[in-house]
């Protein structure tokens, strides 16, 4: 396949995650208003998408590290379970508590209904201390992973000013995020993973086939946005735009326990593979794999190095899009 390459040394990967949360999951047998639910015992996880990408990342064996603001009694909680999950954490305090976010599934229908807070404003001092302290991580890293949304302070260029702090210091950016993050990214970016609708969003039209998706994708290398792009179409797989040739990656096909996390994991198999070192398509196939996990697991619960890598042994080749053109 004549997808190119990404050097690495199989060593660190950097994640920063602006917006963290505690993530609480709880079963209840039907959700209905009013009335009082009766929940089962309630799962606690750190969350948030770099905290998320970080984990899987050393699930999968990668050395990891993971930035992003805290406070309060929760923050110093999600804190702790980040350190508990074998994650070197680079914890910036904050005046604000860090939020909460809720997961309620519901045992009658299989629904699940996700609740999911703002956030704590940051003031400019905290939002200086993030990026003072990912340039301190960054260096000697060979990827750094921005994921998320912006918590509430924060401007919206601020992955531009993550991506010049991964060109000062020779670490590759592998950003996934949607709205005002994304649509300013204007350089410095080497992957980016929009899902179709945050693609749609920031190119401001619909795109209704494979052929649409791409030559969105390949407008926002055109711009200098990313070198490379992948767009997750959930289900249905993920496209691969490279400035050489473009693929297509069936998805793997499982039971869906829940959805909580699975582009996050997707992530992390891609930034995990090219840290091996491994050609683009292989580490898309991981991303692959690793999302697919992640669907066949409960909650917020992280998925195994287990199930990821018996899907990757079975995940499709993917596809060369030869009839596209641009």
Same mark, same amino acid.
């Given at each position: 396949? $004549? ?66 603001? $805290? ?16 994650? *070197? ?18 045992? @009658? ?14 003031? !400019?001092?905290?939002? @200086? ?7 301190? $991580?960054? !260096? ?9 949304? *912006? ?91 490279? !400035? ?38 292989? !580490?898309?196939?991981?991303?692959? $794999? ?37």
């Amino acid at each position: 396949m $004549a997808a190119p390459t990404t050097p690495g040394t199989g060593s660190s990967i950097v994640t920063i995650t602006m917006n963290p949360a505690l993530d609480v999951t709880t079963d209840v047998d039907l959700v209905v208003h009013t009335d009082k639910m009766r929940c089962s015992p309630a799962r606690y996880d750190p969350g948030g998408g770099g905290i998320n990408v970080a984990a899987i990342a050393h699930g999968l064996g990668a050395s990891v590290s993971a930035v992003f603001p $805290a406070g309060g009694p929760i923050g110093e909680r999600v804190a702790a379970l980040v350190a508990d999950a074998g994650v *070197l954490v680079h914890q910036v305090a904050i005046a604000g508590s860090t939020r909460e976010s809720l997961t309620v599934n519901e045992r @009658s229908t299989g629904r699940q209904y996700r609740f999911v807070l703002p956030g704590p404003t940051l003031s !400019a001092d905290e939002q @200086s201390d993030c990026l003072a302290l990912l340039r301190s $991580a960054a !260096a000697g890293a060979d990827f750094i992973v921005a994921s998320g949304s *912006l918590p509430p302070g924060v401007p919206p260029d601020f992955y531009q000013r993550v991506a010049d702090i991964c060109s000062e210091s020779g670490a590759r950016l592998v950003l996934d995020t949607s709205g005002a993050g994304l649509h300013h990214i204007t350089s410095g970016v080497f992957l980016l993973k929009p899902s179709v609708r945050e693609l749609r969003e920031c190119v401001g039209r619909a795109l209704l086939s494979e052929s649409d998706q791409l030559d969105a994708a390949h407008e926002l290398m055109a711009r200098d946005c990313a070198e490379v792009v992948v767009v997750s179409l959930g289900g249905d797989g993920a496209l691969l735009a490279t !400035a050489d040739a473009d693929y297509r990656f069936p998805a793997v096909p499982v039971p869906i326990s829940s959805g909580v996390g699975a582009g996050d994991s997707m992530v992390a198999g891609i930034t995990v593979g090219l840290s091996r070192g491994w050609p683009l398509d292989e !580490a898309v196939r991981l991303g692959i $794999a690793a999302g697919a996990a992640m669907l066949m697991t409960p909650g917020t619960m992280p998925c195994t190095r287990d199930n990821i890598e018996g899907l990757f042994a079975v995940a499709p080749k993917p596809v060369d899009v030869a009839a596209v053109t641009f």
